[in-house]
């Protein structure tokens, strides 16, 4: 019996681990679907206007430098990113360069996403597998002179961009041990995973963001609408919001005066701090109110 037992379970032995191997790509998967909701990937690579495949590209973004179009990013082989590999996927992430070593324009935030955590950049990809393959073609950008000379690139690169891991920085003092640990978690969704700044952040006449102005907000953002202050400031900003207004909007778009979110903050939270947890919305909250206050008046977009 004894004999028959190591048998039969030297015989299943690897089926086990195949289920195991099983389990363990579907919880990357599903985590990969929450990593791909807070980082916004929809809205950027979905023509929703033109009823374009999910994340088969066309969306176009206008910025101050001209139209950006999103890429495909559907596994199709020959215009997503079907033929890319793990490495490939993380190398754009990180470091902002195609697998053919060709820098990509800062509209891609990849000065946020270069501080993305390696497992969420692999649950990601585990998730992006699943999408429907389109052979929708991409589009070239239409840019105004002369960002649409590539060369720049590099040259902005050196200026601007440096990668490397996330660090949060040193948390307030006033805050306790479990408080800490959830500011830790709202600086990375603000500051990395949700690249908060790279709307509400004021830019410069070359496309870099103002860091002393850190989500100051900025009067000529994405769809050319004005983007608001979002740091603690009484005035000009939401110094006078509490933790439970700012989860609140994050969560259905209401701000504290009963007003809703339109345009593209319309979107965000729609398709990505809408479907985040609560625990990650206080997160979010607890971080922003910890920012220092920054008095920059801006116009309010429309709602």
């Known amino acids: 019996m004894l004999r028959r037992g190591l048998l039969l379970a030297i015989l299943f032995l690897p089926f086990a681990g195949v289920a195991a191997q099983g389990a363990a790509d579907e919880a990357a998967i599903r985590r990969g679907e929450y990593v791909f909701s807070a980082a916004g990937c929809f809205g950027c690579h979905t023509d929703v206007k033109g009823k374009g495949a ?17 890429p495909n990013i559907t596994p199709d082989p020959d215009h997503g990113i079907g033929g890319w590999t793990l490495v490939d996927f993380t190398r754009a992430l990180r470091e902002g360069v195609s697998p053919g070593g060709d820098p990509y324009y800062p509209a891609f935030p990849y000065t946020s996403f270069s501080r993305m955590n390696e497992a969420d950049i692999a649950d990601l990809w585990a998730w992006l597998q699943t999408v429907e393959p389109a052979d929708t073609e991409n589009r070239e950008h239409e840019l105004g002179f002369p960002y649409g000379w590539r060369r720049l690139i590099g040259i902005w690169r050196t200026l601007y961009f440096a990668p490397g891991d996330f660090d949060a920085g040193d948390p307030p003092a006033s805050l306790g041990e479990e408080d800490r640990e959830t500011w830790e978690r709202g ?60 989860e609140g909007y994050l969560e259905i778009g209401m701000d504290p005066d009963g007003d809703f979110a339109g345009g593209a903050m319309g979107e965000v939270i729609e398709n990505t701090t809408g479907k985040l947890t609560p625990e990650d919305r206080r997160a979010i909250a607890l971080f922003l109110k910890s920012l220092p206050a920054v008095e920059r008046k801006v116009a309010r977009p429309a709602g």
């Open 54 to 70: 999910p994340l088969a590209g066309g969306r176009r973004l206008k910025t101050p430098f001209g139209d950006f179009l999103g």
């Open 187 to 246: 600086a990375y969704l603000v500051r990395v995973l949700g690249h908060c700044g790279e709307c509400h952040t004021p830019r410069g006449w070359l496309g870099a963001s103002d860091s002393s102005l850190f989500l100051g907000g900025s009067t000529a953002g994405a769809e050319g609408a004005p983007v608001p202050n979002i740091t603690p400031d009484d005035a000009t900003g939401i110094g006078r919001w509490s933790l439970a207004d700012i």
